[in-house]
């Protein structure tokens, strides 16, 4: 008995003594719900599903009694929105000030970006598509002025903040690896102060940025299954943190991560793990079950009006590097073998022009915000 009560004296004095850590994924976007490759094309959320997605996350900070001190966010208008939406929604008292930077940013996925992932799998095959997608250390295609959204993506009023050589030296595509790195450095140089200070932080970014974070603080392996887990849109995901080790004072859970999902249970069976089979050929892993609605958080919708095709922007020449790069024979690659490829270098590209993608442009940076989010730019 004295020793269950002096254990339990221990972590009280812990809780006491812990820091709070809140990460938030956006609200479903514009290509989250066309099966797209985003990245740092700065697409908006839905209208209703991914903003009421947003505004939920402020009604379940709100709930959970957890007051935010200050909130990160990425440079990506995604993500501002949905930290927007649901700080509104908190019902704070005091408003909480905001810093932006673009090292909480999606993975760049390169030329890839706007590419429909089941098209890119299909053309590319089987191996080279889930090495560009889901192998740790697999860098996709970078990005060049060829893309259509090359002008967008490299916006200059987007990183304003940035000196002329730090806007030129952002990544054109990343590596898994690539993209934990920055996150990370972020998190260790500007948000672990505010933590080993016992401030309540929030980050309102995306998937991948999310996960890597997630995978630092639980000592996750880089290359294990942690890396294939998707995080769930618009859920606040909360660990209480020591405020000197930032090591989590929580118990790691089926999924892998010791975080608690607010709203959300966390489970293993085997009608998640067909839904993931389904998704991912690479094998089955752990999924979130929105206990609201019962959806799982892999499924995804597909697109059959991309107006960005594979062969349009990424050429044989480029396919040929990548194959005796990762070392993938030529006849794995559909793309090179089923007689659909045309386009031997980049001519046919430039034919996409501005004007014909204004459909698809007119959603990326469109939407008027209610209030403007007050950022302090980094």
């Not at 002096?6 to 066309?34: C, D, P, Q, V």
């Not at 019902?91 to 098209?119: A, C, F, I």
């Not at 990370?184 to 948000?191: E, H, K, L």
């Amino acid at each position: 008995m004295t020793i269950v009560v002096s254990l339990f004296i221990k972590f009280t004095n812990s809780l006491s003594e812990s820091s709070t850590l809140i990460l938030l994924r956006h609200g479903e976007s514009a290509w989250n719900r066309i099966n797209t490759f985003t990245g740092w094309a700065d697409v908006s959320l839905t209208k209703p599903h991914g903003e009421n997605q947003a505004a939920m996350a402020g009604t379940m900070l709100l709930q959970s009694g957890l007051k935010v001190d200050i909130a990160h966010t990425s440079s990506l208008q995604r993500a501002h929105e949905t930290l927007r939406l649901a700080l509104k929604n908190a019902n704070y008292p005091h408003q909480v000030p905001v810093q932006k930077s673009w090292k909480l940013n999606e993975r760049n996925y390169g030329m890839l970006t706007g590419l429909h992932k089941v098209d890119v799998k299909e053309r590319l095959g089987e191996e080279m598509g889930s090495t560009f997608r889901r192998n740790c250390d697999a860098t996709p295609i970078l990005m060049n002025n060829v893309h259509p959204l090359y002008d967008h993506i490299y916006d200059r009023d987007r990183y304003a903040e940035l000196s002329d050589s730090e806007f030129d030296r952002l990544p054109k595509g990343e590596s898994l690896a690539d993209c934990q790195e920055r996150v990370v450095a972020y998190y260790d140089d500007v948000i672990s102060p505010e933590l080993k200070e016992g401030k309540t932080v929030l980050i309102a970014a995306h998937n991948n940025a999310l996960r890597a974070l997630m995978m630092h603080i639980d000592s996750c392996d880089p290359r294990g299954g942690a890396m294939k887990a998707e995080i769930p849109k618009a859920i606040p995901i909360v660990y209480k943190l020591d405020r000197d080790s930032l090591e989590s004072l929580m118990p790691i859970k089926a999924n892998g991560f010791s975080a608690e999902f607010l709203g959300v249970e966390i489970k293993r069976d085997a009608a998640s793990e067909s839904a993931a089979s389904e998704r991912d050929a690479t094998g089955p892993s752990s999924h979130w079950v929105d206990s609201r609605t019962g959806d799982f958080f892999t499924q995804e919708s597909l697109n059959n009006g991309l107006e960005i095709k594979l062969d349009q922007v990424i050429s044989v020449d480029e396919i040929h590097r990548e194959m005796k790069r990762m070392g993938i024979r030529e006849e794995t690659v559909p793309y090179l073998t089923d007689g659909s490829n045309t386009s031997p270098s980049h001519s046919r590209a430039r034919a996409i022009s501005l004007a014909n993608f204004s459909t698809g442009l007119s959603k990326l940076g469109s939407t008027l915000y209610e209030k403007p989010l007050k950022t302090t730019k980094t």
